[in-house]
């Protein structure tokens, strides 16, 4: 073979489909729970795409295939390895403490498929327990991307709107986002994120 020739390349054979069975669905189930947390809808979604085309194959019946699919995942939630609240906690947690607003983080929450009684416990822990308001977020987000009295004073003026328009579209009250940007110290702002010494 000439040295400029390009190698051939393998083709690869595609594996043969295999039966969907309870053990198969589990097994699924627990390689794709050990590399990413997730809810049970999104799990049950992605077991059923996973076996889309052997259920097309074997020309199975859908609706026994997620009744498969919702046993295994309940026998998961069961022996404590799924559980939606604790999901739901911990990505609403892990939100604020990036700065989010609770309308933001309601939407996120709602995204992931979860119930509305999962969204709503999740901020109330938020609020009650950790003690996360608008506020807060509003004044981390403004530390984050160094807004308001983070910049230079003479240009302050000049980015006020953008910056304001920036924490409406991000969820943020418009008199809130207006009177947290108007801080002439950067000491006012942290103040409400680390509290007052």
Known sequence: ????????????????????????????????????????????????????????????????????????????????IMDDQQYADSKARTMARQGKSKRQIVGKLITFGLEDSHTDHAITELEEVQGHTDELGAAKYIKKRRFGPYKDPETQVDRHQ??????????????????????????NIEDIIYGKQ
Not at 5 to 11: F, H, Q, R
């Open 1 to 80: 073979m000439d040295e400029f020739d390009e190698p051939e390349k393998k083709i690869r054979k595609p594996r043969p489909l295999k039966e969907v069975t309870p053990k198969r669905i589990r097994g699924q189930a627990l390689r794709y729970l050990d590399r990413f947390a997730t809810t049970t809808p999104k799990l049950a979604r992605h077991l059923y795409n996973k076996n889309r085309k052997a259920i097309e194959f074997f020309e199975l019946d859908e609706h026994s295939v997620m009744q498969i699919i919702e046993t295994e995942i309940e026998k998961l939630v069961s022996a404590g």
């Open 162 to 187: 953008k910056e304001l328009l920036t924490l409406v579209r991000n969820g943020f009250d418009f008199s809130l986002g207006e009177r947290l940007l108007k801080f002439e110290s950067i000491e």
